[in-house]
């Protein structure tokens, strides 16, 4: 989602805003995971700026990978999708799974009022083998786990991992490879540009259920799968 100085990457939530109605305030940061934005205080921050009637769209999953028991890298969850903690063989500090991390951080949302749309990460590049791969990461399916286990109308669950993967299968491998110019993570701005219609369409479709976002898109939508 964040903004990057590299030519030759973005994240797609610099576009989202042209594709809704309402104004859009990006604050992801490259390279965090759901811990590290946590422990960082930027959840806090997002927090301190939310006003009743906000939404907050958090994604995480790309930087979440790895074990804090073994060459803890600051960013590394522990396993498992509740409450488990496990003990940095760095820093010695107390590690929560993504689950506990994002479900923390809509809390602090819906205390100021906000609605929250817990998103799904983005797919890396499904055709970099030149085979079709579409097997989503866990924190796919972790996402989902959290928006159930808050269990409250204001967060939602959206699948942008699908969404972009439909995308993708419907572009071909050539397209997609066109995509990432650095390496099979990042996105080009084209391709950021992409994933964020893919969210839109995702949201105005009502992929997984109606969103608090959904009143807020430009129509007609641009249609990428």
Not at 72 to 85: A, F, H, L, P, Q
Not at 178 to 189: E, F, P, R, V
Not at 201 to 207: F, G, L, N, S, V
Request: hydrophobic content about 35%; glycine content about 8%; aromatic content about 8%.
């Amino acid at each position: 989602m964040a903004r990057s100085s590299d030519s030759q990457m973005d994240g797609w939530g610099q576009y989202v805003s042209k594709y809704l109605n309402i104004a859009v305030v990006n604050r992801a940061i490259g390279g965090r995971s759901s811990r590290s934005f946590w422990n960082e205080g930027r959840f806090q921050n997002v927090a301190n700026e939310v006003k009743a009637g906000d939404i907050v769209v958090i994604e995480f999953g790309h930087n979440d990978v790895g074990s804090p028991r073994s060459n803890d890298n600051g960013r590394s969850v522990c396993g498992g999708e509740g409450t488990e903690t496990c003990i940095s063989d760095v820093t010695g500090e107390t590690v929560y799974t993504y689950v506990f991390y994002v479900i923390q951080a809509a809390k602090l949302m819906t205390a100021k009022g906000a609605t929250v749309i817990l998103s799904s990460q983005t797919p890396k590049n499904q055709w970099a083998t030149g085979t079709w791969v579409g097997t989503p990461s866990r924190f796919v399916a972790m996402q989902k786990k959290a928006a159930a286990t808050i269990n409250d109308p204001a967060v939602t669950f959206v699948d942008h991992h699908q969404a972009v993967s439909n995308m993708y299968l419907k572009l071909g491998s050539s397209a997609v490879k066109a995509l990432y110019i650095k390496d099979n993570t990042h996105t080009s701005a084209a391709g950021a540009d992409l994933s964020s219609q893919a969210f839109v369409q995702a949201i105005y479709q009502k992929m997984n259920g109606t969103t608090s976002l959904a009143a807020h898109v430009k129509t007609p939508i641009k249609t990428v799968y």
